[in-house]
C-alpha cells in the first residue's frame, strides 16, 4: 500500500473519530449524569442537520453556515432541555426507569425522525460545506474543511470539560450526577441540572449532525447510523472519564476506515461489533476505564 | 405561641408500607442544641430525612419558623398497584424547599461526590445559601475550623478518610448558611481522634450560635454539646432531659434498657 493511501485512509479514520467522539460524549455524558441510556440521540442528530439545513436555504433567508451551525446549536439545546420533562422526568421516580427511558426515548426518535420526513421530505439533501479547497497532506489530497471538523469537535469537547470542571454550574451538573440525594440535599434543581444536560447532549448531537450532513448526504433515517456507532463507543471506552468515549471513539474511527478499505465496507459494522462483543466479554467495563461511572 | 424555630405535630411516616416513626411532637427554640439518642433503627436517621424533605411524611406537619413546609393531611395510602401509580403520585414535602427554608441536613456516612475534590464541592456549596448573608466569612471560617481540609484541598472525596469526609460535610452543611443545622451520626466510624477533634469542631460551630440537631450513638460526645437530650426508642419521643441533669453512658443505658450494659 502507497504511503499516500495509508494517509488518506488515516486521515479519514480520524475525522470519523472526531464526529464519533462527538457523538459518543453526548450520548455518554447523559449516561453517567441521567442514568438512562437516550435512543432519541441519533434523533437529535438527523433533526440538528435538518435544522441546519432549512437556515441555509433562501426560503429561510439563506444565512451562512456560522449562522446555521448557531441556530442549529441553539435549538437543539433548547429541544433537549425540554424532552427532559417529556421524556426522562416523568418516570424517574419508578424503579423501571431505566427501562422506561428506553421506550419514551425509542419514540421520540422515532416521532423526531417521522416529523422530519413529513416536514422535509424523503430526498437527501446536503449542507453546502463553508470551504471546498483541498489540501495536499503528507501526499494525500484532503477537504481542508476536514481539518476544520476535526479541529471544532475537538474544540466543543474540550470546551465542555472545562464547562464541568471549571464553572461552579458545570461542577453542579457533575454533583448531580455523582450523588443525586446530596445534591438534592444541598438546595439544587436537579431535573434543572439533568434537562441542561440533555440539552447539552442534543446540542453536541446537532453539531455533528450539521458536520455529518456536509460531508454526505442527510435523509431523515440517517441517524440510526450515529446512534449505532455512538453506542459502540460507549461501551468500547467506557465511561469511567469524560475522556474514555473520546479515545475509543478515534479506535473505532480509525479502525471502521481500514477495513472499509481492506475489508469491504459491508463488512466494516461487523468488524465493529466483534470488537464490542470481544470488549464486553474481556473487559466489560471499557477499555479505557475502571469500574465506575464520572463525570 | 412562643415563636419555635422547628416544631414537628403529630409527625408520622417511614418507607411505605413499613411505618418507622408515630406521632413524633417537638419543639426547638431559637439557640438551641438539641442532641437525639436511641438505639439503631429506631428511627432517627428515618425522622431526619423526613424533615429534609427527602422522604414523604405521612401525616402531621413540620413547621420552621412558623411556616409549614409539607403539604396539608394525610398521605393517601397506595389505592392501586399500577406500576406507573408513583408517577402521579405528588411528593408531599420537597428537600429544595427545605433548603431554602435554611433548615439543612448533613447526613450520615455521606459519600457526597465522590470524583469532586474538596474544593469543587466547597465551591457549589454555597448556593444552597440562598443569598443568606455571610458565606465569605463562613468560607474562612470554614478553614479555621477543619485545618485539616485544608492539606486536601485538591484530594478528591472518594480519596479522604471517613472522618475527613464528615469535615466535608459538615463545612458544605455550614456554607449553606444554615438557621438550624442536622448532623446525623457524626461520629459514625471515626476513631477516638478524630471523634475529639470532630467534637472540638462542632463546639466551636456551637459558639457562632447556629442551633444543632445532634443524633449520635457516642454518649459523651453528644452530652457535651448539646443543651436537651430527646431519648427516641421505637420510633417515638420517649424522654426529654435537660442540660441540668445530663445523664452519663451508664445512666443512659438504665433509663432506656433497664439494666447495665
Known sequence: MAFDTFMFILMSGILLGGLYALMATGLAVVWTTLGVFNFAHGAFVTLGAYVAWQVTQPVAGGFGFMIAVLMSVTVMFCLGFVLHFALIKPFERNQNVVLLAVISTLAAASIIENGVLLTWGPRDKQI????????????ASINAFDFVILAVAL?????????????????????????????????????????????ISAATAALAGIFVGSLRFINPSFGADPLMKSLIVVILGGVARFTSPI????????????????????????????????????????????????? | MTAALLELRGLTGGYPPVSVFRDVNLTIKPGEHVGFFGPNGHGKTTLLK???????????????????????????????????????????????DVVDAGLIYVMQGNLLFPEMTVEEVLDIAPRAARGRPGVGQMRRQIHDLFPRLRERWQSKVRYLSGGERQMVSIAVGLLAMPRLLMLDEPTLGLSPKLRIELSQAVQNIRETGVPLIIVDQNVEFLTSLVDRLILFDHGTVTREIPAENMPDHAQLMEMMFGGAH
Open chain 2, 50 to 96: 423526613t424533615i429534609a424533605g427527602v422522604l414523604d411524611p405521612w401525616d402531621g406537619g413540620i413547621y420552621f419558623e412558623g411556616n409549614r413546609l409539607n403539604a396539608e393531611g394525610a398521605m393517601q395510602a397506595r389505592v392501586s398497584h399500577n406500576l406507573n401509580y408513583d408517577l402521579f403520585r405528588k411528593r408531599r414535602i420537597k428537600a429544595r
Open chain 1, 247 to 295: 479515545y475509543a471513539a478515534f479506535v473505532v474511527g480509525i479502525a471502521e476506515s481500514f477495513s472499509a478499505y481492506f475489508l469491504g465496507l459491508y463488512w466494516s459494522p461487523a468488524l465493529l461489533f466483534a470488537m464490542m462483543i470481544a470488549v464486553l466479554l474481556i473487559k466489560p467495563e471499557g477499555l479505557f476505564g475502571h469500574r465506575s461511572k464520572t463525570l
Open chain 1, 128 to 139: 453546502t460545506p463553508p470551504i471546498g479547497s483541498r489540501i495536499n497532506f503528507f501526499g
Open chain 1, 155 to 199: 474544540l466543543a469537547l474540550f470546551a465542555l470539560a472545562l464547562f464541568l470542571r471549571r464553572t461552579t454550574m458545570g461542577r453542579t451538573l457533575r454533583a448531580a450526577a455523582q450523588n443525586r440525594e446530596a445534591a438534592e440535599l444541598m438546595g439544587l434543581d436537579v431535573p434543572r441540572l439533568f434537562a441542561i444536560t440533555l440539552g
